[in-house]
Protein backbone atom coordinates (compact mmCIF):
# COMPACT_ATOMS: atom_id res chain seq x y z
CA UNK A 1 0.00 0.00 0.00
CA UNK A 2 1.11 3.18 -0.72
CA UNK A 3 1.76 5.37 2.64
CA UNK A 4 0.66 8.88 2.73
CA UNK A 5 2.06 11.00 5.97
CA UNK A 6 0.55 14.61 5.04
CA UNK A 7 -3.15 12.44 4.55
CA UNK A 8 -2.65 10.99 7.88
CA UNK A 9 -1.72 14.05 9.45
CA UNK A 10 -4.26 15.86 8.14
CA UNK A 11 -7.35 13.26 9.15
CA UNK A 12 -5.86 13.78 12.69
CA UNK A 13 -5.81 17.32 13.09
CA UNK A 14 -9.59 17.38 11.21
CA UNK A 15 -10.48 14.97 14.44
CA UNK A 16 -9.23 17.31 16.77
CA UNK A 17 -10.94 20.58 15.34
CA UNK A 18 -14.12 18.66 14.66
CA UNK A 19 -14.33 16.81 17.92
CA UNK A 20 -15.01 13.84 15.06
CA UNK A 21 -12.80 10.97 15.74
CA UNK A 22 -11.36 9.59 12.41
CA UNK A 23 -11.40 5.76 11.52
CA UNK A 24 -8.18 4.27 11.99
CA UNK A 25 -5.26 5.03 10.29
CA UNK A 26 -3.34 1.44 9.92
CA UNK A 27 -4.08 -0.56 6.77
CA UNK A 28 -5.80 2.62 4.86
CA UNK A 29 -3.27 5.93 5.23
CA UNK A 30 0.30 3.54 7.09
CA UNK A 31 0.81 0.30 6.37
CA UNK A 32 0.55 -1.93 9.46
CA UNK A 33 2.83 -2.20 11.76
CA UNK A 34 4.95 0.33 10.10
CA UNK A 35 6.37 2.45 13.03
CA UNK A 36 8.75 4.78 11.49
CA UNK A 37 5.76 6.04 9.06
CA UNK A 38 4.00 6.81 12.21
CA UNK A 39 6.34 8.86 13.92
CA UNK A 40 6.46 10.81 11.10
CA UNK A 41 3.41 11.91 11.43
CA UNK A 42 3.40 12.67 14.67
CA UNK A 43 6.47 14.95 13.71
CA UNK A 44 4.39 16.92 11.26
CA UNK A 45 2.24 17.52 13.91
CA UNK A 46 4.63 18.42 16.04
CA UNK A 47 6.25 20.88 13.52
CA UNK A 48 2.33 22.40 13.53
CA UNK A 49 2.22 23.05 16.61
CA UNK A 50 5.79 25.09 17.16
CA UNK A 51 4.64 27.08 14.11
CA UNK A 52 1.57 28.06 15.61
CA UNK A 53 3.16 29.20 18.51
CA UNK A 54 3.36 26.61 20.84
CA UNK A 55 5.85 25.78 23.47
CA UNK A 56 7.81 21.94 23.46
CA UNK A 57 8.03 21.63 27.55
CA UNK A 58 8.63 17.77 27.47
CA UNK A 59 7.52 14.01 26.78
CA UNK A 60 5.31 11.51 27.15
CA UNK A 61 6.03 7.93 27.40
CA UNK A 62 3.68 5.09 26.81
CA UNK A 63 3.11 1.50 26.42
CA UNK A 64 5.24 0.73 29.87
CA UNK A 65 2.95 -1.94 30.71
CA UNK A 66 4.25 -5.66 29.48
CA UNK A 67 0.75 -6.50 29.33
CA UNK A 68 -0.09 -3.57 27.11
CA UNK A 69 3.01 -4.29 24.84
CA UNK A 70 2.16 -7.70 24.35
CA UNK A 71 -1.54 -6.87 23.33
CA UNK A 72 -0.21 -4.46 20.57
CA UNK A 73 2.30 -7.44 19.67
CA UNK A 74 5.24 -4.99 20.22
CA UNK A 75 8.18 -4.52 22.95
CA UNK A 76 9.02 -1.39 23.41
CA UNK A 77 7.45 2.06 24.87
CA UNK A 78 6.48 4.99 22.72
CA UNK A 79 6.46 8.44 23.04
CA UNK A 80 4.75 11.69 22.38
CA UNK A 81 5.31 15.17 22.76
CA UNK A 82 3.90 17.66 25.52
CA UNK A 83 3.35 20.95 24.57
CA UNK A 84 2.83 24.24 26.96
CA UNK A 85 -1.10 24.57 26.18
CA UNK A 86 -1.50 20.88 27.33
CA UNK A 87 -0.51 21.78 31.07
CA UNK A 88 -3.59 21.75 33.20
CA UNK A 89 -3.09 23.32 37.11
CA UNK A 90 -3.78 21.00 39.63
CA UNK A 91 -7.25 20.69 40.73
CA UNK A 92 -8.37 22.75 37.96
CA UNK A 93 -12.00 22.02 35.95
CA UNK A 94 -10.93 20.44 32.64
CA UNK A 95 -13.77 21.63 30.14
CA UNK A 96 -14.95 18.16 28.83
CA UNK A 97 -15.67 19.54 25.02
CA UNK A 98 -11.63 20.04 24.88
CA UNK A 99 -10.77 16.11 24.94
CA UNK A 100 -12.97 13.49 22.35
CA UNK A 101 -12.44 10.21 24.61
CA UNK A 102 -10.55 10.89 27.45
CA UNK A 103 -8.93 9.00 29.92
CA UNK A 104 -7.05 9.08 32.88
CA UNK A 105 -3.88 7.89 34.37
CA UNK A 106 -1.57 8.49 37.25
CA UNK A 107 1.87 8.55 36.68
CA UNK A 108 5.30 9.80 37.88
CA UNK A 109 6.51 13.26 36.22
CA UNK A 110 10.36 13.74 36.30
CA UNK A 111 11.73 17.27 35.99
CA UNK A 112 15.13 17.10 34.07
CA UNK A 113 18.06 19.40 35.45
CA UNK A 114 20.46 18.48 33.20
CA UNK A 115 20.52 17.72 29.78
CA UNK A 116 20.50 14.37 28.60
CA UNK A 117 22.55 14.14 25.09
CA UNK A 118 23.96 10.62 25.13
CA UNK A 119 22.57 7.63 24.16
CA UNK A 120 24.77 5.33 26.14
CA UNK A 121 23.12 7.31 29.60
CA UNK A 122 23.56 5.16 32.79
CA UNK A 123 21.65 4.94 35.53
CA UNK A 124 24.02 7.73 37.00
CA UNK A 125 23.55 9.65 34.80
CA UNK A 126 19.75 9.87 34.51
CA UNK A 127 19.80 10.23 38.90
CA UNK A 128 22.10 13.33 38.63
CA UNK A 129 19.88 14.91 35.93
CA UNK A 130 16.82 14.56 37.69
CA UNK A 131 16.15 17.62 39.35
CA UNK A 132 12.57 16.60 41.01
CA UNK A 133 9.82 14.49 40.76
CA UNK A 134 6.00 15.29 40.75
CA UNK A 135 2.76 12.86 41.01
CA UNK A 136 0.78 14.04 37.77
CA UNK A 137 -2.53 13.29 36.15
CA UNK A 138 -2.02 12.43 32.49
CA UNK A 139 -5.53 12.95 30.69
CA UNK A 140 -4.98 10.41 27.70
CA UNK A 141 -6.93 11.06 24.47
CA UNK A 142 -7.27 9.07 21.04
CA UNK A 143 -8.27 10.98 17.55
CA UNK A 144 -9.46 7.41 16.52
CA UNK A 145 -12.77 6.29 16.57
CA UNK A 146 -13.29 4.30 19.72
CA UNK A 147 -9.98 3.66 20.64
CA UNK A 148 -9.60 1.20 18.25
CA UNK A 149 -5.88 2.02 17.79
CA UNK A 150 -2.36 -0.14 17.16
CA UNK A 151 1.00 0.67 17.41
CA UNK A 152 0.69 2.67 14.93
CA UNK A 153 -2.47 4.35 15.05
CA UNK A 154 -1.05 5.82 18.95
CA UNK A 155 1.91 6.72 17.89
CA UNK A 156 0.75 8.63 14.95
CA UNK A 157 -1.73 10.74 16.96
CA UNK A 158 1.08 11.69 19.30
CA UNK A 159 1.17 8.59 21.69
CA UNK A 160 -2.83 9.27 22.40
CA UNK A 161 -1.70 12.19 23.84
CA UNK A 162 -4.30 14.61 25.70
CA UNK A 163 -3.50 16.93 29.09
CA UNK A 164 -1.76 16.49 31.71
CA UNK A 165 -1.73 18.08 35.48
CA UNK A 166 1.44 18.00 37.77
CA UNK A 167 1.44 18.30 41.18
CA UNK A 168 2.69 21.25 43.15
CA UNK A 169 4.82 19.69 46.22
CA UNK A 170 7.75 18.79 44.43
CA UNK A 171 10.10 15.53 46.09
CA UNK A 172 13.68 14.71 45.43
CA UNK A 173 14.50 11.13 43.83
CA UNK A 174 16.52 10.21 46.78
CA UNK A 175 13.51 10.15 49.21
CA UNK A 176 11.34 7.86 46.81
CA UNK A 177 11.55 4.30 46.34
CA UNK A 178 10.03 4.63 42.69
CA UNK A 179 9.91 0.57 41.88
CA UNK A 180 7.33 0.10 45.40
CA UNK A 181 5.99 3.19 45.93
CA UNK A 182 2.06 2.66 45.41
CA UNK A 183 -0.46 4.69 43.79
CA UNK A 184 -4.32 5.07 43.90
CA UNK A 185 -6.54 6.89 41.54
CA UNK A 186 -9.98 8.09 43.51
CA UNK A 187 -13.50 9.73 42.13
CA UNK A 188 -15.88 10.32 44.17
CA UNK A 189 -13.73 8.40 47.54
CA UNK A 190 -14.01 5.48 45.48
CA UNK A 191 -10.61 3.91 44.17
CA UNK A 192 -11.06 3.73 40.20
CA UNK A 193 -7.30 2.31 39.49
CA UNK A 194 -4.73 0.93 41.69
CA UNK A 195 -1.15 -0.07 41.26
CA UNK A 196 2.99 0.80 41.92
CA UNK A 197 6.39 2.22 39.97
CA UNK A 198 6.88 -1.23 39.24
CA UNK A 199 3.92 -1.61 36.88
CA UNK A 200 6.17 0.96 34.69
CA UNK A 201 8.75 -1.20 33.15
CA UNK A 202 9.97 -2.57 36.81
CA UNK A 203 10.81 1.27 37.63
CA UNK A 204 9.74 4.30 36.04
CA UNK A 205 13.33 5.42 36.18
CA UNK A 206 14.01 2.63 33.08
CA UNK A 207 11.48 4.56 31.16
CA UNK A 208 13.27 7.65 31.61
CA UNK A 209 16.01 5.90 30.29
CA UNK A 210 14.51 4.32 27.66
CA UNK A 211 13.50 7.26 26.39
CA UNK A 212 16.72 9.35 27.09
CA UNK A 213 18.85 6.87 24.40
CA UNK A 214 15.96 6.79 22.47
CA UNK A 215 15.61 10.85 21.73
CA UNK A 216 19.40 11.53 21.94
CA UNK A 217 19.61 8.65 19.27
CA UNK A 218 17.17 11.01 17.02
CA UNK A 219 19.72 13.67 17.80
CA UNK A 220 16.80 15.78 19.41
CA UNK A 221 17.54 14.94 23.42
CA UNK A 222 16.06 15.84 26.67
CA UNK A 223 17.02 18.90 27.85
CA UNK A 224 16.98 20.53 31.30
CA UNK A 225 13.59 22.03 32.09
CA UNK A 226 11.96 19.18 30.06
CA UNK A 227 8.97 17.23 31.71
CA UNK A 228 8.33 13.80 31.61
CA UNK A 229 5.36 11.90 32.00
CA UNK A 230 7.23 8.29 32.52
CA UNK A 231 4.00 5.77 32.01
CA UNK A 232 0.68 4.47 33.96
CA UNK A 233 1.21 2.79 37.13
CA UNK A 234 -2.02 1.40 36.76
CA UNK A 235 -5.19 0.89 34.62
CA UNK A 236 -6.77 4.27 33.00
CA UNK A 237 -9.97 5.00 33.61
CA UNK A 238 -12.52 6.69 31.10
CA UNK A 239 -13.70 10.00 32.04
CA UNK A 240 -17.12 10.52 33.18
CA UNK A 241 -18.51 14.61 32.59
CA UNK A 242 -18.65 15.95 35.94
CA UNK A 243 -16.17 13.63 38.00
CA UNK A 244 -13.34 14.67 40.02
CA UNK A 245 -10.29 12.69 40.09
CA UNK A 246 -7.61 12.17 42.38
CA UNK A 247 -4.34 10.32 42.52
CA UNK A 248 -2.06 9.72 45.58
CA UNK A 249 1.48 7.91 45.03
CA UNK A 250 3.39 6.85 47.52
CA UNK A 251 5.87 9.40 48.48
CA UNK A 252 5.15 11.86 46.12
CA UNK A 253 1.94 13.01 47.68
CA UNK A 254 -1.31 13.94 45.26
CA UNK A 255 -2.89 15.77 42.76
CA UNK A 256 -6.27 16.13 41.31
CA UNK A 257 -8.37 17.35 38.29
CA UNK A 258 -12.29 17.68 37.76
CA UNK A 259 -14.13 17.84 34.57
CA UNK A 260 -17.00 19.70 33.15
CA UNK A 261 -20.36 17.74 33.00
CA UNK A 262 -21.33 18.99 29.62
CA UNK A 263 -19.87 16.93 26.99
CA UNK A 264 -20.71 18.33 24.01
CA UNK A 265 -18.69 21.47 22.16
Known amino acids: MTVDIEAASRELELARDGAKPCPPLRGRLLPEGDIESAYQVQQVHTRQRLD ?3 RRVGAKIG ?3 RAVQESFGVFQPDFGVLFDDMAVPDGAEVPTSRLLQPRVEAEVAFVLGADLPDERVTTADLIGAVD ?3 PAIEIVDSRIAGWDI ?3 DTVADNASSGL ?5 SPRRLRDVDLRLCGMV ?3 AGEPVSVGAGAACLGNPLHA ?3 LARTLARSGDPLRAGDVVLSGALGPMVPVTPGAAYEARISGLGSVRT ?3 KEADR
Open 208 to 210: LEW
Open 63 to 65: LTS
Open 258 to 260: CFS
Open 150 to 152: SIV
Open 164 to 168: FVLGT
Open 185 to 187: LES
Open 52 to 54: AGR
Open 132 to 134: HLL
